[in-house]
Structures are given as structure tokens and as C-alpha cells.
């Protein structure tokens, strides 16, 4: 196992979608490094996120007290979980609160300390949220070499999404060798992991994705097998074609349509892993359930939601062992990173759901944005 | 352990709902022995089935060939899943053939035998179907012991359903001492059983019925902890009443409102098992899936489907084991048997989806009836 740099696979994009700042309703892009610029919730959304469920606001870049460190944020994770932690009610975790900076996993280095564990200069990850500075206590807070990796993986492969790759094929799912393993919003951040993995563990692994350049993309960068358009295929005759034997193993990111496809065409003993329902995350009717459930019974399968969360015990050990497979080569890594600040936060959140991103979305923001 | 004859509680009710045969549409009732009755499928039901979905046919009674023997039926076993067994389309057993007598679990009295495993006078339980007389090979076919439970008790607790129940509580959702179990259509075959075993293992029990007498029922004769009246109970919020810790195992059979019910109030960790959704099986829509399956990422919860045939090679054990609890009173097996005769299945049937019945449905008929 290599130990020098990994070269992932990171697409520089220059400014989010569609020129912030230009039309009097976006929020004004900070210029100063002095005073902190934070992005907090106004509103709960109906639908798709508005610029008016969002508020910039600036504070005096925070001092740390004794225990505490500051750190100025360079990257920001941006997740489809995050749509779901925007409403009111109890989830898995609790709802940002209205007038509260948004939750975000970010990446940033150690400006002030009085931490005896953080120095400045270090790098961390932690959930700092969409502002340009944060001060912590270290709880929940891992140091990063930036030796081992670019920063940007450490929101992607090497981040929770990998991650959640990782415990939902092998801990949740447990796939086996041989087995046939679908993978829907196969070319987002998690999707393009979990196929890369299932394919290392040996399944013929189908990915299912939204466009040609994408399917494209899983089979000749990412090695998958076969790639399904849903778009432009009908997904269940496709699901008919690719898996002659039927699903053994059901990864799912979106939830709606695709998983009552994949539903169909299930295998004896089939296990569904519940990861995501991103096709479902801005509904403003009720969440459309699987029609098909009852597929459950006839295949005897099994359908399971994950939180990565609950799996913090093993980050170590996991992040180690992909952090191998990306040194050998076995493993991609793709970001996505849009270049700007944390004004272009709301926007940038918006690429999730019209499909924009291929793999990891990162914000690259803050003094060097 | 007692050994005697078991007192099942059995309740006898004469002639099926609605006096069979007073109207021109109904199947006439057969009224010899000498000829073989028998009801055939004759068309492919949307919602509800119809009398003209029937037709009643007669054969000579059959003759047994070597290594036959031909049974006279006097119990069939009336499931929800026979109306699933009408429709077209793969599920997890053929459909019945259009023309081809109706499916039915059935108990008789051997007639005839060419089979030196049968002799005339032995009690069998098989998939005799809807009919008066059928002829066997034995595969398929359990000989039953009269003598040490009322015939109906092998169509209830010591039958499909009783299994269904003991390994869907045992096996699939694996109880444990202290859990709250909450089952729907708890005042069914299945759901009855499933209840009274979870009681057995020391779980806190909710029954979700139809009616305060079936409420009442559960409660008072079979000891559940509490039951909820879905016809005039709020059923969220009396399981937020009583699950004040959630909801470890979810036994449905109903599907529809109740399971989506269910699911906001699981516990973490929660196991569904998917026995049945009989409010679904007469939909003339889709199947409206369970709107709330996010639950399960929320709560870390699993959905399994579970079909009994799975099971078979460890009925003997099974049946066994309950054999005992109802020998000991730990176990109450109620069978609603209603008496009439073959013609009387299409409105037998129909008592299930009316929520007619109580435990579970038999109708006894044949040469006795």
C-alpha cells in the first residue's frame, strides 16, 4: 500500500450555478475575512428551498475560550440529508433550528486555540456549519492529513458518504461475492462509492443514474457493469435485462419510482438498504411509499434504513481501509467542488436536486474562496 | 403436559352470512354425495369477488389410482391470501387457473386408498381445494390426530396460520422478554396466535382490531395488554399512548393507514414483519405504499417479508410446541367455523374482508355439513 499523496479525481468548477449576486433577491457574496459570514435559516421550505428561507448574517469572528479552538472553514460538505434537516419534526436528528446557522459537515483549519489537543494550522472536520468560521470544543471533531489526501475527499470517499457506503453494503446489506447489486443515485457521492465497493467485494453491480454522460462515466471510470438512464430507459425492463437473476442486493438513494422498479425484480432473500429518498426530499404532497412493498413478502426480503452515525465506532478502521483502496487505485474518489463563498450556499444546495453534481459536492469557500 | 383431548374454543354458526341460495345469482347447494362438488375460479376478480367470479361444477367422485387415495373434505381453512391467489401475475405461488378448482387448505377423511401410507378412516390435512372430494398422491399431505385437538384447531393455532404467527414472531422478528409487540388484524387467525405467543415470551402486547367486542376479546380472553379499535380509536395516537418506549416488533397483516400508522411509532432498532395487508388485497387502485417508510431510516428499523411454506421442514417442532401451550391453557385456538357446504365459500370468503370473523374462519362442509 502506497503511502505518498493520492491523486483523486477532483472537478474544479468556478462559481455556483447561475451567477450569485446578479438579481437584488440573492444574498449579497461577502468580501471581508474580518468578520464571520454565517448562512442561517429563515423558513421552513415548502418544496424545493427558496433564497428567502435563508438569511446571510455576520458576526465578529468568534475568540476561543479556554477549551475551545477556532477554525476558519475552507470546504463544505453539501448533502441531500441536509433537505431533510431543514423541516420541523423529529428525524434522526434534530431540525436546524429557525435563525440558527445551517448544519453542515465542513473542513477547515485551526486559526486560535486553547484546546491542549488543537494547534493552529491543524486540519479537521467537523459539523461547523455554513459559515466561514466556527468555534468548537472538539466534540465530533477528526483531524485530517491533508498529506494522505486533498481535502475534498475528506467529504467524499474518505467522508460520511463514503462512509455510509461502506456500513450499508458490507454491515447492513452484507453482500456477498457474486451477488447482483443495484445502486440508485449510482453517481452521486454515496451512490459511486457504494458501486465501487460492491464491485471490489466481487457483485456484478448495476448503477442507475440520470443522464448518458453519467452512465457513461460508472462504466468506464467507475467499473460498474451496466449503467441504467432513468431518463431515458424504462427502468424496469432495463432492471429486467441487467439482472436475469433478479436483485440480491437494492442500495437506495431516491426513493419514488426507481425504488418500486427495483422492487420488482428482487431476488429470493433480497435485502433493500434505505440510505436515501432524495427524489422525495422536496415533495410538498405527502412522501409517495413504495407501492410495491408487498414484493417484500413474495421474495422474502428484507427492506433496512441506515444513519451512519450509528456506525462512529468503526470511522477509523473503515476510513483506513478505503484510504487503502484509494492509494492501489481500486477506489475513486470524485468531488464535485464548486469555488465561491458561503453566500453561494443556497444555490449550490439546489445542484443536489436538479441532478447537476457527479459524485462528492463540496462548497470551496471561505478566506481562500 | 396433559395429554387428553383439547377443549378448543369453538363457535359454531350455521349456514354462511346472507341465506345461500334464496337469490338467482347464488351457486346452488349440492345436495348428494354420490357426485363431486367443486367451486372453480371463472374470472380473474376486480375489488371484491363476485358470485359470477364462480361457478360450481360436479365430477363423479374420483377413484383412487395406485398410490392414491381420495379424501371426502369436511373442513376448508378460508385465508385472506386466497383472494392474492386469484390475481394473475408471479407472486410467491402460482395463481389459480382460470377453470381450475379454487385453492384451499382442507381437512378430510381418507375414503378410499391405493396408498400404503393412507388407509380409509385416516384424518389428512393438504391443498384439497374447494370441493368435496379430492384425490392425493400424499404429497403435501399431514395425517392428524383427532383425538388430540378439535379438527378446526389443525386449520387455527396447530395450521398455516398458527405457524405463520410462531415462526413470523420467533424466527423472522426474533422477540425478546420485555419488547412491545404491537399486531394488526389481531382479532384474525394469524394475528390472534401471534399476540398470545408474544405474551408467552414476556412481551408487552397491543392488538389493533376492528370492534370494541374484538377489543374486548383480545384483552379479556386472551390476555393482550391493550387493544386498539381501529374503527373508532385514533390509531396513532393510541399507540402513542401505548407504546410510551415505541414500538420494537410491528406484526401486520393489514397494511394501508394502520402500517403507516405504525411506522411514526417504532422504536429504534424495530422489526416489521410483512405477514399480509388484507386492506389492500381488494384495491381496485394500486397499493398505496407505506407513505412513512422513511421511519425506517429514522428509527434504524427493517420491513421483512415472511411466507410460511419457508418454514416446512420445521412444522413438526412447531406444532409441537403449540400442541403444548394449548394442552396447558397458555394458548386459546378460536376458529369461526361457519357450516354449510362448498356452494358457500364465495360468501364465506367474503366475511374476511367484512371483518366478520373472529379467529380464525372455517368452513365446515362436505358429506357432514
Redesign the interface.
Known sequence: MSTGRLEGKVAIITGAAGGIGTTPDRLERPRMNSINHQVRLTARPSGLPKPTDWELTTEPVPVPAAGEFVVAISHLSIDPAMRGWMNAG???IEPVQIGAVMRAGAIGCVTASEHPGYASGDHVYGAFGVQEFARSDGAGVVKLDPSLAPLPTYLGALGATGLTAYFGLLDVARIQEGETVVVSGAAGAVGSVAGQIAKLKGCRVIGIAGGQAKCVWLVDELGFDAAIDYKSDDVRKALREQCPQGIDVYFDNV?GDIL?AALTRLARGARIV????VS?YNATE??????????????????????VF?FADRYGEAAAEMAGWLAEGKLVSREHVVTGSVADFPETLLMLFNGENTGKLVLACGPQG
Open positions: 423529529a428525524s434522526y426513493g418500486d434505505i440510505c436515501g429518498a422525495q405527502p412522501v409517495r411509499g413504495p407501492a410495491n412493498y408487498l414484493s417484500l413478502l413474495v421474495f422474502r426480503a428484507s427492506m433496512k434504513g441506515m444513519v450509528d
